[in-house]
């Protein structure tokens, strides 16, 4: 079954202390790319990849650094997180012209 | 730069009808577009994909168009029923694996 896998699905931590959220595919797909989702801002692109070790910035790239070190995983780190990074947060996997597959969320809460 | 719009933002129907959600697009040089369901709080799932070269999809009591050159999209949704209570999502891969989003449709279908 295809499958995007995100860890943790809720994380509550304070300003200033880096953290990281997983991400992981199962279909070999070229494309990864992550997305928050906020309140009346919709979804809104953070970083995207199109192959290992070939990353490229979204809409909203502020404050977040990506890694695509091997095909099947893209971690998001938030080196030094504020309290405007607090949404809901999207991995999606995909390969051209398919379907995208999207994890299923992790909340994040910054105090 | 793409920008995704959809109407109405919020629809409440009786159980049994047949619905229309629309999605209009500000360029047309797309490589495909996707439907998505959100329930509250979870992970997108994906709906419908339709290529840039065709021009409707259809699964189940689901069918979707797209006309690209007027940058539009319609899913139509036959015999609703409770269970299709959820926010709808129209996305645009811009080439590069650039999904751009709409606001959503949050629908309410009504026993």
């Known amino acids: 079954e295809a499958q995007v896998t995100q860890n943790p699905r809720y994380l509550i931590t304070v300003t200033g202390k880096k953290l990281t959220v997983t991400c992981s595919q199962n279909m070999n797909h070229e494309y990864m790319s992550w997305y928050r989702q906020d309140p009346g801002l919709g979804l809104r692109q953070i970083y995207y990849s199109m192959n290992v070790e070939v990353t490229d910035k979204g809409d909203v790239p502020e404050g977040y650094k990506v890694s695509r070190k091997e095909k099947r995983n893209f971690p998001l780190i938030l080196e030094s997180p504020s309290p405007n990074q607090t949404s809901l947060y999207f991995c999606?996997?995909?390969?051209?012209?398919?379907?995208?597959?999207f994890g299923q969320g992790t909340r994040l809460t910054v105090v | 730069k793409q920008e995704v719009t959809q109407i109405p933002a919020a629809l409440s129907v009786p159980e049994g009808e047949n619905l229309v959600l629309n999605c209009s697009f500000t360029?047309?040089?797309?490589?495909?577009l996707q439907w998505f369901r959100q329930d509250p709080g979870k992970g997108l799932t994906s709906l419908l994909l339709i290529q840039s070269s065709q021009r409707e999809q259809t699964s189940g009591r689901l069918n979707a168009s797209l006309d690209k050159s007027s940058g539009r999209s319609t899913l139509y949704i036959a015999a609703s029923q409770p269970g299709d209570s959820a926010t709808y999502l129209c996305a645009v891969d811009n080439y590069g694996q650039n999904f751009v989003f709409g606001p959503g449709t949050r629908l309410s279908v009504l026993p």
């Open positions: 999606a996997a995909s390969t051209a012209g398919t379907e995208a597959f």
């Open positions: 360029d047309s040089a797309i490589y495909n």
